[in-house]
């Protein structure tokens, strides 16, 4: 007996999740002597590093690490309450934005049911869709842009849940907020729609669909939020999900005792405080969306506008040039596990980032136009 025979037989046949490859990880295989010439722009960090604030809280946290958390996050929780407009109950913590997908597949889903998703939206929901059993429906996108009333149409019966990415990884791109009113209007009662907001507070306020308010409503609506992107947490795995008291409570129920950490739990609610960051870690993003998308066009390469802070470009031959990229030490992310293998994503970096990329990508296409 192997333990294959002895495992439930669906899990050798999982997909596996390919992560932004970790820096240390690039040197040792490239044979890089110092891991500090290395950029990542491959999982869509911060590249202005954490809130000062969250690393202020952490070293005062330090010391009272040999203690537990609490599992219930009340401090987090009550300062998440009071910036969102709801009730502390409808708040659950999780290990990362990704913990709280996988509560989704614990509460919602099992043999015989099905989600709907774009078929270029965030890969981990099908990857928790088969984790669960339950079958996945892709939905073709529309010019890199989820299509709603194909989404719609798409709802089967035993169909528990519809994901949306808003902004999506790895398009970038976002559904209005009227679009969404007309899904919400129509989407029937027995599925719950996930909103991923993940990148959502890197636009100004005024972009920003307000999804929270179909909470308030009572609505069958999960709103996903997480702190490794704007608020530069990455590390820490800590994020969030709204919803109303009764979904909440299911997934309380399936979650571990000490599902994030102590030391999380106080870098957010400092962090969650810092404008300071959250304004600066927008204007970098903005600017340097701006000089690679212009960059793109005068290279003639063509990209996916984005409302995040990553970028869709196409180079041909994507993985080959992330290949490349690596070897000029840049780590950017290919694509073919997302069904695009001419492409790759970027991460915004910060200025001096964003040129070194450019100029490694000049040179790996072999290219000489000016760019930027
Ligand atoms: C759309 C989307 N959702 C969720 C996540 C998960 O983020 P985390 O688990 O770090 O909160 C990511 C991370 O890349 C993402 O792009």
Redesign the pocket.
């Known amino acids: 007996m192997t333990f294959k025979d002895l495992a439930k037989p669906w899990v050798a046949g999982l997909g596996v999740y390919e992560p932004g490859r970790p820096i240390e990880e690039v040197a040792r295989e490239l044979g890089f002597k110092d891991a500090e010439a290395i950029i990542k722009l491959a999982?869509?960090e911060n590249a202005l590093g954490p809130s000062p604030k969250a690393v202020l809280a952490m070293k005062k946290a330090a010391r009272q690490m040999h203690l537990y958390p609490d599992g219930g996050a009340f401090y987090l929780v009550q300062a998440l309450a009071k910036r969102l407009r709801v009730s502390q109950d409808q708040i659950i913590v999780g290990c990362?934005?990704?913990?709280l997908?996988e509560f989704i597949g614990h509460v919602f889903l099992q043999k015989g049911t099905s989600i709907v998703m774009a078929d270029r939206a965030?890969v981990?929901y099908k990857l928790i869709a088969a984790m669960f059993q339950a079958e996945t429906i892709a939905v073709p996108m529309i010019d890199y842009r989820h299509d709603l009333n194909a989404m719609l149409k798409a709802i089967r019966p035993d169909t528990r849940a519809v994901f949306v990415?808003n902004p999506?990884?790895p398009t970038g791109t976002m559904v209005a907020g009227a679009e969404i009113d007309a899904f919400m209007r129509r989407v029937p009662d027995h599925v719950v729609v996930v909103f991923?907001e993940?990148?959502v507070e890197l636009l100004p306020v005024d972009r920003q669909p307000d999804v929270l308010r179909y909470v308030r409503e009572g609505r069958k609506v999960v709103v996903?939020r997480?702190f490794?992107k704007t608020y530069g947490l990455?590390g820490l795995?800590i994020?969030y999900g709204v919803a109303p008291a009764e979904c909440i409570q299911l997934m309380h129920r399936i979650r571990q005792p000490f599902n994030t950490t102590a030391m999380g739990q106080v870098a957010a609610v400092a962090a969650l405080d810092d404008d300071v960051h959250v304004e600066r870690t927008r204007a970098m993003m903005r600017d340097g969306l701006a000089f690679l998308q212009d960059a793109f066009a005068s290279l003639g390469l063509s990209y996916v506008p984005s409302s995040a802070n990553f970028v869709l470009v196409q180079v041909g031959q994507g993985r080959r040039v992330f290949e490349a990229l690596q070897r000029e030490g840049v780590i950017v992310r290919p694509m073919d596990p997302y069904g695009m293998p001419a492409h790759i994503r970027i991460t915004v970096g910060t200025k001096a980032e964003n040129r070194r990329c450019l100029a490694a990508l000049k040179k790996v296409l072999g290219r000489t136009k000016a760019g930027g």
């Open positions: 999982s869509n990362g934005s990704n913990e997908l965030f981990v990415a999506n990884n991923d993940a990148y996903m997480t490794s990455a795995r994020g």
